[in-house]
């Protein structure tokens, strides 16, 4: 089976109570999405993505046209006992707590009481709500009522998954396990859509990508070739380099007649806010909210009988490795986060040893400061003017030597 | 199975939830115990016995009728506007799997209800005559009357055709028919004189008698005796209202020396227009289930008495326990629920709430008085005859006709329900008023969208 998903002239248009035709939702759709991609749909608010998904789930007939989905209908129970799916928001029974909330999806499956069992307990863990199992969901703050939402979709280990919006609310860490979840099940050979328009989080984790607006495709590609610069390079390098070195390099580039630009990377500011709610972890401050172990269910990993899968955020944290949530072809890690910290502890005197220069050509993008931009604007609620990536290393670090 | 049982045990718990469920229970726990032991009825045990069943039965049957018809819409019209069914459908379950959970849970639920406040009513019924220290007289009397269920035998309809036919070419001849009837037609006109001649058969004159003959009295094996059920109408009522009667009850088809079975001529007095009973010994009926009572009117009475063929004789006799009775009268409630959680749930297919529950009322309200509308619509039936017999009709006679299999209809005057009845009325009901109305709520809920487009 080559496509997981496959739409073809999928139409839907709303009608009037009169059956008056009066918007077109979406327009001659056709995708085909592959076994195993991680595949984002984006668009702006009301371009068709949800109605799309409502119709390849058959919530919603379609005015024209059909999907297949693994290969058959995905109102066929065999299908769909291969399908997970997150909806735009958490539509919970208010009254059930979560165990038994992830207990009675679980019984829709038919899984044997053990597997159902120990697939709840693991999901519980995995999402951080295993404190508060017993709380009925209705008590729940978005953010939580997401990741048990999330957790359901999860609980027949599905092959193709299928998540609306499923960032939406969740704090920093949960985005975060999010996306490192839907690279894990990739890795497993799963097909996952995700329907955002959070930007960032599409792609850190995307394959391809399609871009709906006015019913239709607009764009349509793997994240990598869309998002290329062909007309720059990029130069990475430690910063135990030395002035000399650089100002050699920069005249190279100017010999050439070429502009060139010298700062230092910028960590991701998800990875900083998950560092800092680690480490407070580590120190057992109290929470009412959810707990994030981060670990991904036993059952969801590659290999069930091994440990679970490496922990995301708080490992992370803890040895200090640098962020790689993203595909190579898109993304690479630029720097470690202890080099960062020793840059933002200790003081501005150069440190001597010998510079182990790495040099590579990546592709720049302008994205994850759209990510900052959103986590930052969750996090003290508000916008904020938009800062280059100069004026902010400036700011940590307040070090001017590289401007 | 078990996706079906998984839907059916959220929904309890859904319904649960609802207040409205929680304030009926509450007030059947408080109810039904006050209305035992506060309900006087004639003052009779007999009386406060009838007036707590008949009351405590039909409060129970209405409040679970009502909660059946909120709940079974509730349950999916909630589903549907709160967008839970959007995770519920997208799993392994076909949607006739979802109604028929629903369903389940909904009946379920009501089930149980059912049985405890009908085992609460039972309860208190069977202990009120302890507790409210009854004379040994008023206790036999409860156990023939009350406790018990008796069944019933009409006397056998006599043929008036001749006789009608011969007073409809009399009156013709005499020119009277149009100055009698009027514009009537002649099936009108023979009808009122059929009826006429059935009530002058069932009269009697002063100094006359009227005989009755009845057939298939089978009384239980070890029944102490029969009872013979009377109303009196006369054409003029006396000044103390009573009547004197001599009553003559046994097997009249042999001479007197030769019947082996017991014969009874009483002599009586009893007020006009109330159902009276005489309890005979059950060896007056013959080996084959033959039983003659013959009526005579003493001259003393001074005015034609007169039995209305509807309820103004009948014969009854022990046929069941109070108990097996009680069990299928509450079991008639059974069957109201699952119909209108049926009907809730169709309605929940393709209305909103309000709308649904409005839609239901209506079929419950009109399916208690399903008589009276279907007397009217007969009536009506003159001026649109095609329409009435083709579409109307049809439609009325697919109502429930709850008022047909009310509880109290039973428990008042003793009467059996025999499992007879009681399955053809699952029949109708069930198997097949409700399997049609289930079957186009599957094919509704079956095709409908269930999310909302939102552009």
């Not at chain 2, 079974?72 to 979802?98: A, F, G, H, M």
Request: hydrophobic letters at 45%; proline letters at 4%.
């Amino acid at each position: 089976m080559k496509y997981a998903v496959e739409t073809i002239s999928l139409t839907k248009v709303f009608s009037d109570w009169w059956g008056r035709r009066k918007v077109n939702a979406v327009d001659n759709l056709n995708l085909k999405i592959k076994t195993n991609e991680v595949f984002g749909l984006l668009g702006p608010n009301g371009s068709g993505k949800t109605t799309t998904i409502k119709m390849i789930l058959g919530l919603l007939n379609p005015t024209k046209g059909h999907s297949i989905v693994l290969g058959g209908k995905s109102t066929d129970p065999k299908i769909n006992t291969r399908i997970g799916f997150l909806p735009e928001e958490s539509y919970l029974y208010q009254y059930l707590n979560a165990r038994e909330t992830l207990n009675f999806y679980a019984k829709l499956f038919k899984l044997p009481a053990k597997t159902r069992k120990d697939r709840i307990e693991s999901l519980l863990d995995m999402v951080g709500l295993k404190a508060v199992a017993n709380r009925p969901v209705g008590m729940f703050s978005k953010g939580m009522a997401r990741r048990i939402g999330l957790a359901q979709a999860l609980i027949n280990d599905p092959d193709l998954l299928i998540l609306d919006e499923p960032t939406t609310g969740l704090d920093p860490i949960g985005t975060r396990q999010i996306k490192d979840l839907i690279i894990q099940l990739a890795k497993r050979g799963k097909t996952i859509i995700l329907c955002s328009h959070l930007l960032a989080d599409v792609e850190d984790v995307c394959d391809r990508i399609s871009i709906l607006y006015g019913c239709k495709i607009q764009a349509m590609g793997k994240v990598g070739e869309l998002l290329k610069h062909t007309d720059k390079k990029q130069i990475i390098t430690s910063n135990l380099i030395s002035e000399e070195a650089l100002a050699k390099i920069r005249g190279i580039i100017e010999a050439e007649g070429q502009a060139c630009e010298i700062s230092s990377p910028m960590d991701k500011l998800e990875s900083f806010f998950i560092r800092t709610v680690a480490d407070a972890q580590k120190h057992l401050k109290f929470t009412s909210g959810a707990v994030s172990t981060t670990e991904i269910g036993s059952f969801l990993t590659a290999d069930a009988g091994k440990e679970v899968l490496e922990k995301l955020v708080s490992e992370t944290a803890a040895e200090d490795k640098p962020v790689e949530t993203s595909k190579a072809e898109s993304i690479k890690p630029v720097e470690t986060d202890q080099a960062l910290l020793s840059d933002l502890t200790q003081t501005s005197e150069p440190i001597k040893s010998k510079a182990v220069v790495k040099t590579e050509t990546v592709e720049p993008t302008n994205v994850p400061d759209a990510v900052e931009e959103d986590i930052l604007d969750e996090l003290v609620g508000k916008k904020r003017p938009v800062e280059t990536e100069i004026t902010k290393k400036a700011d940590v670090s307040g070090d001017g030597a590289n401007e | 199975m078990s996706r079906i049982w998984a839907v059916a045990v959220n929904t309890i718990r859904q319904i649960l939830r609802l207040k409205i469920a929680t304030a009926f229970v509450v007030m059947l726990f408080v109810l039904l115990p006050v209305m035992g032991f506060g309900m006087t009825g004639d003052g009779t045990l007999k009386g406060r016995l009838q007036s707590f069943v008949s009351y405590g039965l039909s409060l129970t049957s209405l409040l679970l009728c009502l909660l059946t018809i909120i709940a079974s819409i509730y349950t999916l019209t909630s589903d549907i506007k709160n967008k839970q069914i959007y995770t519920v459908i997208t799993k392994p379950i076909k949607r006739y799997q979802l109604i028929a959970g629903k369903l389940f849970g909904v009946v379920l639920l009501g089930s149980v209800m059912l049985l405890i406040f009908s085992s609460l009513i039972y309860a208190i019924a069977v202990s009120m005559p302890r507790f409210l220290n009854s004379s040994e007289q008023e206790i036999a009397q409860t156990k023939d009357e009350f406790y018990t269920a008796r069944a019933s035998v009409s006397p056998m309809q006599q043929d008036v055709t001749k006789d009608v036919e011969l007073e409809y070419d009399k009156l013709a001849k005499s020119g009277m028919l149009e100055e009698v009837f009027k514009k009537d037609s002649k099936q009108q006109i023979m009808e009122q004189l059929r009826k006429q001649k059935k009530l002058e058969k069932s009269s009697a004159s002063v100094g006359s008698q009227v005989l009755w003959e009845f057939h298939n009295i089978k009384p239980a094996a070890g029944s102490e005796g029969i009872f013979i059920k009377f109303k009196y109408d006369v054409s003029v009522t006396p000044a103390d209202n009573q009547i004197f009667g001599g009553w003559l009850i046994g097997d009249n088809r042999k001479p007197v020396k030769e019947i082996d079975t017991g014969v009874y001529d009483l002599s009586r007095k009893d007020s006009v227009g109330i159902a009276h009973e005489i309890k005979v010994p059950a060896n007056a009926v013959a080996k084959d289930g033959y039983l003659a009572v013959a009526f005579f009117n003493v001259p003393l009475n001074n005015t034609v008495v007169m039995f209305s063929p509807i309820d103004g004789m009948e014969i009854l006799y022990k046929a069941d326990s109070f108990f097996a009775n009680f069990v299928r009268v509450a079991l008639l409630i059974e069957v109201k629920i699952i119909f209108l959680a049926v009907t809730g749930l169709l309605a929940a297919s393709f209305l909103s709430m309000p709308v649904a529950i409005l839609l239901c009322l209506v079929v419950f309200f009109t399916g208690s008085i399903s008589m009276f509308i279907i007397d009217s619509f007969d009536y009506l039936n003159e001026g649109v005859a095609g329409f009435y017999k083709y579409v109307l009709k049809p439609l009325i006679q697919f109502m429930p006709q709850f008022d047909k299999i009310e509880p109290a209809a039973f428990i008042v005057p003793a009467k059996i329900l025999s499992w007879g009845v009681f399955f053809k009325v699952v029949s109708i009901m069930i198997f097949i008023k409700s399997l049609v109305l289930l079957f186009i709520a599957l094919l509704v809920f079956g095709s409908r969208e269930l999310a909302r487009i939102i552009v």
